[in-house]
């Protein structure tokens, strides 16, 4: 694919501006410019924080084919160089699975091309609105923002190094971002939020609680909700309303250019789905995404948990996430981590893991809300470390 988003923008909209930086606005004809100025090699593997030079280095390598690896940075430089990505025409991320080791996930730039617009069927984004880059480019999300942001040349804010998020969204006249529910939990433990110009606040990346949907929309953030892959280039489905029914969010039906269907687990494909994990064949068909979902032909997709965390006790399928979400409807519970524990008689167990507000009798509430074998046999303080973990 030999598109150009910015080349686009640099003949259409050549005096618009595409990127912020410190309070300096780069138009899309200096964009262009910058970009054709770099030599990229036919292999180029980026390890550093989002800059504007990074930006023209990716745009220069999916311009002239390269093979991009785009590394985590918060993994040792060492351990990265150890890497082998291969030769592929397009993107390489690191996939994030819960459970799982990271694969290298081959995303061409048409995968990348079909999100953006099947994205921007749902979200109002236009020429003059300001995206933040709220999330790290080693993160397809993160790549999503570029790519929905310079399709509809628009300007693309980059944050200062020392401004803190809600500092960002206050400040810089922000009109869209995307966050991970980490960063909205964060965002609203501070104050209460004022960001007048927000206008689309995209809410994915790992597991939404109700709770905390809730507690965005009471202070009055435009939240959307979203479920995607890497393996899909990023989102799936978006929903303004997702629908609360049996403490399940429903996000909705699929956006343009995919597919899904759920036996229990959910499986994609689509113009978006993903060129294959380096060293394995290219998918082809329905891909498993190992996630497990219900699917209403009014309310669209819910997402139940992983099928990696489901365990059996005592002949009974428990799903982890299914706990947690009854546990997060009590007031007192701020955070819920269950897992399971071995037991002589059931072969294993749930057990929870909690950070309160304050202490209360969460058995006897969790008794009004679950089957017996679902109610954890030890409800305990969770710990420092598995709360850094999460919010990691």
């Known amino acids: 694919m030999e598109y150009c988003p910015i080349k686009e923008g640099a003949i259409s909209s050549p005096h618009a501006i595409a990127v912020e930086y410190l309070g300096t606005g780069i138009t899309y004809a200096r964009f262009d410019r910058d970009i054709d100025a770099i030599t990229t090699p036919k292999r180029l593997c980026l390890y550093e924080p989002p800059s504007y030079s990074l930006i023209c280095s990716i745009f220069s390598a999916f311009r002239n084919g390269s093979t991009l690896f ?3 940075t918060k993994i040792p430089k060492g351990e990265i160089e150890k890497i082998d990505y291969g030769y592929f025409q397009g993107l390489i991320l690191m996939t994030s699975g819960s459970t799982a080791s990271p694969k290298l996930a081959q995303v061409s730039l048409e995968n990348l091309y079909y999100n953006a617009l099947g994205t921007l069927s749902a979200i109002d984004l236009k020429p003059q609105d300001r995206y933040l880059l709220s999330l790290p480019l080693y993160h397809v999300s993160g790549m999503g923002i570029l790519w929905r942001t310079f399709l509809r040349k628009s300007t693309l804010v980059l944050p200062d190094p020392n401004s803190d998020l809600t500092t960002l969204l206050s400040r810089r006249n922000i009109t869209h971002a995307s966050l991970v529910p980490t960063q909205l939990s964060r965002l609203l433990s501070n104050h209460p939020p ?3 110009c927000l206008k689309c606040l995209l809410l994915g990346g790992a597991p939404i609680q109700p709770t905390l949907y809730q507690k965005g929309c009471d202070n009055n953030l435009p939240i959307f909700l979203t479920y995607g892959l890497t393996e899909t280039a990023s989102a799936i489905v978006i ?6 029914k049996d403490s399940l969010l429903y996000l909705g039906h699929p956006l343009p250019y995919r597919e899904l269907k759920v036996e229990g687990e959910i499986f994609v494909k689509g113009e978006v789905l993903f060129q294959g994990y380096y060293g394995e064949p290219k998918p082809s068909g329905w891909l498993a995404t190992r996630d497990l979902g219900l699917y209403d032909s009014k309310l669209g997709l819910a997402i139940c948990g ?3 965390r489901m365990f059996i006790s005592g002949g009974e399928n428990i799903q982890p996430e299914e706990i947690e979400r009854v546990l ?19 072969g294993s167990v ?3 893991y909690v950070k309160y507000d304050y202490l209360c009798d969460l058995k ?5 809300h679950l089957p017996k074998y679902k109610i954890p046999k030890k409800i305990k303080i969770m710990p420092q470390d598995l709360v850094n973990k999460k919010l990691a």
């Open 70 to 72: 785009i590394a985590n």
């Open 194 to 196: 004022d960001f007048p």
């Open 364 to 368: 006897g509430f969790l008794k009004n």
């Open 350 to 352: 749930p057990i929870a």
């Open 306 to 308: 992983r099928k990696d």
């Open 328 to 346: 997060l409807l009590h007031p007192a519970v701020l955070e819920a981590y269950v897992t399971s524990e071995k037991n002589i008689e059931f």
């Open 239 to 244: 929903s303004k309303n997702p629908i609360l």
